[in-house]
Structures are given as C-alpha cells and as structure tokens.
C-alpha cells in the first residue's frame, strides 16, 4: 500500500474552521512529544495521524514573523499605556497650573488691596503727626508772639 500524497485533502477527514485558527495561531512549531490526544481532531484516523501532522505543522519563517509580531504589538501595547500615563500625568500637570494661576491672581488682588490700606493708613498717620506739629507749634508759637507784642508796644510809648 502507497503512502498518501501530503498535500492530498482525499485522505484527511476535514475539520472545523475553529480548530484551523487555533492551529494558525500557535507560536511555536509543533513537535511530535508534544501532541496529545486533544490536538488531534476527532474524526482522524489513525493512519492519517503523520499526514496531518506534516501538513499542519507551522513554519518556522511564518512562527518566527508571527513572533516578531507578536513583540511588535507587545511593544506598541507598551508605548500606547506609556502614552496615555503620561496625557494623564500631563492633565494633571495642567490642571494643578491652572490652580497655582488662579491662586496667584487671588493672592496678588489681595495684596493691591493691603498696599492700598496701608497706603491709606500711612497717609492719616502722616497727616495726624503734621496736625499735632502744627498744634505744638501754635501753642508755643501764639504765647511768644503775644508776649512780644506786649513788651514791644510799652516800650515804645
């Protein structure tokens, strides 16, 4: 008896296409010790067990493309939570920059409004001090001037 053709589908009971995705899918080549029972399908003989596994076996080039792939999008995954780590921290950012602004444009309305006050507050103390040299002066200025308006006039007669 002749052994069937590899590429022959006349021998190979067909199988489900679920089961086709999960073959394309794996990573790694499949070897002999590592079959069991449950990645064959159900319906394959027994006689077409190397046939199946000779043709469904992946290869090496596509496994390693599929991995490098697999890095790639691994990678990408990476970058895209980095990315938006970092919008996060940078919203953040923004909005503690926006609350510093607005504090500080409290804070300087704040102190307009002191500097005014104590500008105020200066100039009454500035002019109570000039009243009270004003007053000092006349109390010791008037009595002098009529003390010398007095002697003078009696002298002169």
């Known amino acids: 008896m002749s052994k069937p053709n590899a590429f022959s589908t006349s021998s190979l009971t067909p199988f489900s296409k ?10 790694e080549p499949i070897q002999w010790t590592e079959l069991s029972a449950g990645d064959l399908p159900r319906s394959l003989p027994t006689s077409n067990i190397s046939i ?3 043709t469904h076996r992946p290869h090496s080039q596509t496994t390693q493309n599929q991995q490098q792939v697999n890095e790639v999008i691994g990678m990408m995954h990476n970058n895209i939570e980095k ?3 970092r919008g996060e921290k ?35 103390m500035k002019l109570i001090i000039a009243a009270i040299i004003i007053i000092i002066i006349i109390v010791i200025a008037v009595p002098i001037a009529t003390q010398v308006k007095a002697v003078t006039p009696s002298s002169a007669s």
Request: proline share 0%; charged share 25%.
């Open 90 to 124: 940078l919203e953040t950012l923004q909005n503690k920059t926006d609350d510093l602004q607005q504090g500080a444009l409290q804070f300087k309305k704040g102190a307009n409004k002191v500097r005014g006050q104590m500008w105020w507050k200066d100039l009454k």
């Open 52 to 54: 199946w596994i000779r």
């Open 18 to 27: 679920s089961q086709t995705t999960r073959l394309a899918r794996t990573s």
């Open 83 to 85: 990315v938006m780590a």
